[in-house]
């Protein structure tokens, strides 16, 4: 269901006595006469609006409050330090996580030029605003080309190990040499390849999901090649220690460009969720879908919902707060659409926040106020923006950045780096230099919440 349908649906409310209409604004009553605005507080729900409050659900915009496409009211909710940059070297992934375990959340990312393309970095954060970089995997001979980095206690030793989706090294459409997957075990902050490169059906792997798709309580690996539009994907079953079984080759039901793994269903077994983008002959798709896993690496039964754009990022997270998770999809165009839940494999319920961009996202609650919000942003050069969620699954209140901290970020993460319980951003890619068709000095950039939340 969209806003138009809401509005809709509304217009029937007046001589039809619909009570709560499943994500529009509740309404009640019936009234077929619409009162007069009283110019203070909220509006009423079909008439004139009044100014400064929230909008009723299908009149004219009321001034200063959310209009009547949802799109929401500019706020300056929380403050943030202006972004500094820690590295000399170009870098365009990242992966977060106390790596050293000192009670700092530390950042890992990579090099993705030469002279040390491949190189692997930790900035160990000490706390006080220090981010010492060292190089922690060597490139140039093994690993190739950094695609993506994720992290997780794959050895099960308490600390965080590191997967890497290495593209490998290529002219165009030519394979010079084919990418895979390393495992880097963390060793007290030393990390060693597990097995060295591992192959996977495409010679370009970009992206790798980790969860236990089999439910034998060894973390899995599943990857893709999502810089091109693919329609399979590889599960890699864990072994134990840190070691993966030979990859099997899934079909999707469409070219896909993001996957992301969670329990949709809440049965005990881990989902995917893909960005549906065309089909087998090339037609462009406008769609995300779930599939079902059975909890033995096989995903069965499918569920397809509409978004509004082709999809770009997939995501979920409990946006309503009624225990289902929910669907969050960013498209490339600006709008972000989430399904809410009904428990049940189905959602009923399309919600779209319109200029919001939408291509890459963080799912955090920003303010501390138990309500979850989306940190959104292009990866043009639009400014980022927090999404402030309601805790109802509607987002009225949007915060553009007073600057533009973010200026050709490729990859961000929200995180608390310095343990004052206010979440912070971390960027790669940004402070984008191009002069004629040389890029210099993207770099790893940090950006402290300083204002408390919690309203
Ligand atoms: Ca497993
Ligand atoms: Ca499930
Ligand atoms: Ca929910
Ligand atoms: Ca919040």
Redesign the pocket.
């Known amino acids: 269901m969209n806003s138009v349908s809401c509005k809709t649906l509304w217009v029937l409310g007046l001589t039809m006595m619909v009570a709560v209409l499943p994500g529009c604004m509740s309404v009640s009553g019936g009234t077929t006469t619409p009162p007069a605005d009283d110019m203070v507080g909220n509006d009423d729900m079909a008439g004139n609006d009044d100014v400064g409050g929230s909008d009723d659900v299908a009149g004219n915009d009321d001034v200063g409050g959310p209009d009547d496409a949802g799109n929401p009211t500019e706020v300056e909710r929380l403050a943030f330090s202006a972004e500094a940059g820690f590295s000399v070297i170009s870098a365009f992934v990242l992966a977060t996580g106390d790596f050293n375990q000192d009670g700092f959340a530390d950042v890992v990312t990579a090099a993705a030029t030469n002279p040390d393309k491949g190189t692997i970095y930790l900035l160990a954060n000490d706390g006080s605003g220090a981010f010492p970089l060292e190089a922690i995997i060597s490139g140039g001979n093994d690993v190739l080309d950094v695609a993506q980095i994720k992290s997780a206690d794959l050895d099960g030793d308490g600390d965080l190990d590191l997967v890497v989706a290495d593209s490998g090294d290529h002219d165009g459409d030519t394979v010079l040499t084919a990418g895979g997957i390393w495992v880097f075990v963390n060793d007290g902050g030393t990390f060693t390849s597990q097995g060295g490169l591992i192959s996977v059906s495409t010679d370009r792997p970009t992206e790798v999901e980790i969860?236990?798709?089999?439910?034998?309580?060894?973390?899995?690996l599943l990857v893709m090649d999502s810089e091109v539009d693919t329609d399979q994907l590889d599960i890699l079953?864990?072994a134990g220690g840190a070691r993966f079984g030979t990859p099997s080759t899934m079909d999707l039901p469409a070219n896909s460009s993001d996957i992301a793994l969670a329990d949709m269903d809440a049965d005990g077994n881990l989902d995917i969720i893909l960005s549906l983008t065309s089909d087998s002959s090339g037609t462009g798709l406008n769609q995300a879908a779930v599939l079902y896993g059975a909890g033995d690496?096989s995903f069965g039964s499918q569920l397809t919902v509409d978004t509004v754009l082709a999809p770009r990022l997939v995501d979920s997270a409990d946006i309503n707060g009624d225990g289902d998770l929910d669907l969050v999809i960013g498209d490339s165009f600006g709008t972000v659409n989430i399904f809410l839940a009904n428990g049940d494999r189905s959602f009923d319920t399309l919600l779209t926040i319109e200029d919001a961009p939408g291509n890459i996202f963080e799912i955090v609650d920003m303010d501390g106020d138990g309500n979850l919000d989306i940190v959104s942003k292009s990866v043009a050069s639009d400014p980022p923006v927090i999404l402030y969620g309601d805790g109802t699954g509607a987002f009225k209140e949007i915060q553009n950045f007073g600057f533009d901290p973010m200026g050709g970020v490729v990859e961000f993460d929200v995180i608390d780096l310095n343990n004052d319980g206010l979440p912070d951003i971390v960027t790669v890619g940004a402070l984008l230099v191009v002069s004629g068709t040389t890029v210099t000095n993207t770099t790893v950039n940090v950006i402290l919440q300083t204002a408390t939340g919690g309203q």
Do not use: H, P
Not at 212 to 220: S, Y
């Open positions: 969860g236990d798709v089999n439910n034998d309580g060894t973390l899995d079953l864990g690496a």
